[in-house]
């Protein structure tokens, strides 16, 4: 069993849609990272978290330690928001991240 | 700041050949992490190093090896090609407060044939 777990695995929605992906962990972390990777490869950080809330623009990322859970929600959503989303957590030791199978986007116009 | 920058894009290796996969981060990031990523697969952690001259094993590190002379790079070198490598390979960065987040360079896509 991975340490981080995504789902859903796949998500297709139509553009406007109100999406949510989940992550859940079963191991201490220090933080929770969100990222994005695009069909052409390149990986880019969207949020790191270790409690509440945080919002840029379209992209909400909450965080709950005590049931090991956090959500990426992306209002409004775009064509160009298909990607696959990752999330991973940060060992409390700092040297390590656990990393979930991804969540792979689709957003049809 | 050019952030993390990975040399080469492509490379396509016969088997049994030798390469180094070269990873320059210039934000002066103590930690720094090699990975690999097969179609449809996850992210595994080859070798990760948290400083200068330290260096530690990650999940699938056989096959590999590194070395951190300096902060800025971490060279990965994959002695003996075999198929089994054929994968994109992603260099990353992070400062070490366990609360801050990783830095991703363009990545590497090797074929092992």
């Known amino acids: 069993k991975n340490e981080v777990e995504q789902s859903p695995q796949n998500l297709t929605a139509q553009e406007g849609e109100f999406i949510t992906i989940n992550c859940s962990y079963s191991?201490?972390?220090?933080?929770l990272h969100w990222l994005q990777q695009h069909p052409g490869g390149g990986i880019v950080s969207l949020f790191m978290l270790s409690s509440g809330k945080k919002k840029h623009g379209r992209l909400i990322a909450t965080i709950n330690i005590q049931e090991k859970h956090s959500s990426l929600h992306i209002t409004a959503s775009h064509p160009r928001d298909s990607a696959v989303y990752i999330c991973?957590?940060?060992?409390?030791?700092?040297?390590?991240?656990?990393f979930g199978t991804g969540t792979s986007l689709t957003v049809i116009p | 700041n050019a952030g993390v920058t990975q040399t080469p894009k492509f490379r396509i290796l016969k088997i049994g050949q030798s390469m180094t996969l070269q990873c320059t981060q210039d934000m002066n990031h103590n930690y720094m992490y090699w990975y690999r990523q097969d179609p449809g697969m996850g992210l595994k952690l080859i070798y990760y190093?948290?400083?200068?001259?330290?260096?530690d094993k990650g999940e699938v590190p056989n096959g590999y090896n590194v070395s951190r002379s300096t902060t800025e790079d971490f060279p990965l070198r994959l002695e003996l090609a075999a198929p089994s490598q054929t994968s994109v390979y992603f260099c990353?960065?992070?400062?070490?407060?366990?609360?801050?987040?990783?830095?991703f360079g363009p990545g590497t896509r090797l074929t092992v044939t």
């Open positions: 191991v201490g972390i220090s933080a």
């Open positions: 190093s948290v400083g200068a001259g330290i260096t």
């Open positions: 991973a957590g940060r060992s409390n030791t700092g040297n390590q991240f656990y």
């Open positions: 990353a960065s992070s400062y070490s407060q366990p609360t801050r987040e990783q830095y």
